[in-house]
């Protein structure tokens, strides 16, 4: 267990607010120093601002902790957080930058819960229904008129890349300007090293993000009420009008294993939710809410892992052995 007292964490907290110059040319095997920073805040909004954050997150340095004894070569990144101690459990390139894949999308649902009418209905258009053949999705069409609620739940649980460009699209008038306000969401998170350039997670040099940051990110999220109440939800059926008029059902599945009974829930965890993601650059990727038999809120994520089997082996035993 790593542990750092109040007055290290706002120093941290201060660093990790400069560490976000020259993002287009990093590489993304290159880790950032989270103690190097700049002299003085712009401006004295800053400085309560990272005060403010370093109280209510946990903060750790650059270094790995925990990986004894656990399958952690088949992974390359990953931590455990206890959110209601502010305590860094397991750290394994914690600020190492990632491919996201789809856990992209609680980045896209934050910011959809937080700015939009969930009542509003979107009409689907023709770009955000033409998606590669290989995304998964949420089966819309071109003309489709479904709500913003409905839309999260094929974003969230079917992880449909058309739902995240219709989604993108509603919010901010088309998915480059979307991901320029997600770019700016994560950053007032304290998520520095990240940048995002789609609202789905598809790979590319300029969409990256950390273990660290994606649990500031899914941090935030989990303070969103109607956010927790999707990723919990096994299965939701939609209705909806096509563009003829026509009545659309479609029935959205939870892609978490664990809440699919395809794995074992860990001994002493109740699993709540979370957030799959898989590419060929990003390995296969999990960011995971749960409670300890404490009743402590635990956010665990494991990246680019070389195969699914072993994304929940790891993830397994990580809970299994740091959670409570």
Same mark, same amino acid.
């Given at each position: ?17 400069? =560490? ?21 805040? =712009? ?15 946990? $903060?750790?340095?650059?270094i790995n902790f925990g990986l004894e004894g656990t399958y952690a070569r088949v992974a390359q990144g990953g931590g455990i957080f206890n959110v209601t101690k502010n305590e860094v459990l397991y750290s394994q390139n914690l600020f190492k930058k990632l491919y996201p894949a789809s856990t992209t999308k609680i980045l +896209? ?13 979107? &009409? ?56 320029? $306000? ?9 998520? +520095? *090293? ?8 598809? =790979? ?25 109440? %999707? ?6 059926? $939609? =209705? ?12 959205? *599945? *939870? ?16 699993? %709540? ?5 898989? +590419? ?17 809120? &635990? %956010?665990? %994520? ?21 959670? *409570?």
């Amino acid at each position: 267990m790593k542990c750092i007292s109040k007055i290290i964490c706002v120093i941290c907290v201060i660093s990790l607010f400069f =560490t976000g110059c020259g993002f287009q040319q990093a590489a993304l095997t290159k880790e950032y120093d989270a103690y190097s920073y700049q002299n003085s805040f =712009t401006n004295q909004a800053d400085t309560v601002n990272a005060n403010y954050f370093a109280e209510d997150v946990c $903060v750790t340095d650059t270094i790995n902790f925990g990986l004894e004894g656990t399958y952690a070569r088949v992974a390359q990144g990953g931590g455990i957080f206890n959110v209601t101690k502010n305590e860094v459990l397991y750290s394994q390139n914690l600020f190492k930058k990632l491919y996201p894949a789809s856990t992209t999308k609680i980045l +896209t649902a934050y910011i959809i819960i937080k700015d939009c009418n969930l009542d509003d209905v979107v &009409i689907v258009s023709e770009s955000a229904a033409n998606q590669p053949k290989d995304s998964s999705l949420a089966g819309l069409r071109t003309g489709d008129n479904i709500t913003v609620n409905d839309l999260l739940y094929g974003l969230m649980l079917n992880s449909g890349n058309d739902a995240a460009d219709a989604l993108a699209e509603h919010h901010s008038g088309s998915v480059e300007e979307f991901a320029k $306000v997600m770019t700016e969401e994560a950053h007032k998170l304290g998520a +520095t *090293n990240s940048q995002f350039s789609n609202a789905h997670g598809l =790979t590319d040099k300029r969409h990256y993000t950390t273990v660290y940051d994606m649990y500031l990110i899914f941090n935030a999220a989990l303070k969103q009420e109607k956010f927790v109440e %999707i990723i919990s939800t096994r299965s939701k059926s $939609v =209705t909806y009008t096509n563009v003829n008029g026509s009545t659309v059902h479609k029935t959205y *599945n *939870n892609g978490n294993q664990y809440l699919s009974g395809a794995q074992e829930t860990p001994k002493g965890v109740q699993v %709540i939710g979370g957030k799959t993601g898989t +590419t060929y650059a990003a390995g296969f990727c999990l960011v995971l809410y749960c409670k300890n038999e404490a009743g402590e809120d &635990i %956010i665990s %994520i494991v990246y680019k892992a070389d195969c699914r089997h072993n994304l929940y082996l790891l993830m397994s035993q990580i809970l299994r052995k740091y959670a *409570n």
